[in-house]
């Protein structure tokens, strides 16, 4: 079985370990990725201030405000970089103060929001970066630090502090204390 590991300020979270499974459910981390299966079929919006396209490299820059939308995915940022290729979007890079990231796993479930700095969406490999005053959150539960990486096909959570900074920052992970059973469930 795999454990969790704390090596300095790295905490490696990996399916099999068991206070695993209870903080990604309590986060919504494996269903995050997957998101609605509408989501994916849904058209891409963007809004911004401008925007500048590299047809020859498949780049294309937003800039000014940029919300981008695709059914419950929205991402926010000072700038929006989509990295196509074929016309197929392979990479999102959004920048700013922090950017913002949300989207809903499920119909049943809430939004998952994430923050950082810098915020990084490699589509194919299904893999979501959060760089620089990271957070990731859902249902009371967050996790933040100085990044976190985020495999979404194999459900690997790694959470990095930045030990260089001169207040030592750690990763934090708040999970809510669990609900007691109302009286009225024993009925």
Known sequence: MNRGKNQGN???????????????????????????????????TIQSDRAQLDERNGVTIYEGAVQMDQGTLR??????????VNRKVSRIIAVGQPAHFQQQPALDQQLVTAEGN????????????????????????????????YNIKDAIV???GDPTKTENQRIQIVIPPQTPPSESDDN
């Open 10 to 44: 790295k905490l490696y979270l990996t399916r099999g370990t068991g206070w695993v499974l209870t903080l990604a459910l309590g986060l919504g981390l494996c269903a995050a990725g997957q998101a609605l299966p509408s989501d994916r079929q849904q058209k891409i």
């Open 75 to 84: 991402i926010t940022a000072d700038k929006l970089t989509v990295h196509s």
């Open 118 to 149: 810098t915020i990084e969406y490699r589509v194919d490999q299904e893999e979501l970066q959060l760089l620089e005053n990271a957070s990731l959150e859902q249902d009371g539960s967050t996790m933040s630090g100085d990044r976190i990486d």
């Open 158 to 160: 790694v959470a990095i």
